[in-house]
């Protein structure tokens, strides 16, 4: 079993891979390529994930043509993690509004579709949307292997319903979410520490926290299926049949059944 968590960076897209050790001991052959790296666009993500059993990633999957409601699943999320980590859930653009050129243009598309203009952070992770919603469209088996998450919502849940206290990118946010890494995984630290040590110049330590959580969140979902959770509970499709939600893993604090889950090396 293989399962892979990726999140958006300066160098395109990292990667986190993790692998059951238990069901595919090491030994000659067993590893491919290190555990994590940086691909430049998702299409060579899905290359490397060929034989992943699941794929979480942090961007918007499944979107609207227009409307004036947000995605169920932005809403959902927002009101879940509450206060000051609410506003890391960036509303997904209308479909139509990736093909703009510009940010002028599509703020202005934005307008006309939904009623409301289009956040400059949305704008900037609008290429990252389109690849993988022109994958997804174009390869729709891939659908249900391919699934969205919110790093927040996931240490949100990892921490027992609870949002982080802290911002991410400060030093108490780091040491908070990587307490939970340490918890749900005995390998964390060396893991992390690796991504840390071979992809810095591509990704930030941010980005490695992030990919490293919907990791593990993965693992969890594989190993445990009954740990699945979405929000929200009952997705709406778009008008392509893929899913609008956000996964994440219920249930226990430890998740033993993903100890021997360790990084492919």
Not at 161 to 175: L, P, Q, V
Request: one cysteine or more; hydrophobic letters at 40%.
């Amino acid at each position: 079993m293989r399962v892979i968590g990726v999140d958006g960076c300066r160098g395109g897209w990292i990667c986190v891979a993790l692998e059951d050790r238990a069901v595919r001991p090491e030994g000659p052959g067993a590893g491919r390529e290190r555990g994590h790296w940086v691909s430049r666009d998702f299409a060579d993500v899905m290359v490397r994930a060929t034989d992943a059993d699941l794929v979480l990633v942090d961007i918007p999957i499944g979107l609207l043509e227009g409307g004036p409601g947000p995605r169920g699943p932005d809403a959902e999320a927002r009101r879940l993690l509450q206060g000051k980590r609410a506003s890391s859930v960036f509303p997904a653009p209308a479909r139509p509004v990736l093909r703009a050129r510009d940010y002028a243009t599509a703020n202005a598309l934005s307008r006309e579709l939904t009623g409301k203009g289009l956040s400059k952070q949305s704008w900037m992770i609008a290429p990252k949307i389109r690849e993988v919603d022109e994958l997804l469209r174009t390869r729709p088996e891939l659908i249900g292997r391919v699934r969205e998450v919110h790093p927040e919502v996931c240490f949100h849940a990892f921490a027992g319903g609870r949002s982080m206290a802290h911002n991410k990118k400060t030093a108490d946010g780091f040491a908070e979410r990587f307490r939970l890494l340490a918890a749900r995984h005995p390998r964390a630290e060396p893991i992390l520490g690796s991504i840390l040590l071979w992809q810095g110049r591509s990704a930030s330590r941010d980005d490695a926290v992030d990919a490293l959580v919907a990791a593990l969140t993965a693992a969890v979902l594989v190993a445990e299926p009954a740990a699945l959770r979405t929000l929200p509970p009952e997705p709406a499709r778009d008008a392509h049949g893929i899913p609008m939600e956000m996964v994440y893993a219920g249930g226990t604090a430890s998740n033993p059944s993903i100890a021997d889950w360790n990084c492919v090396s």
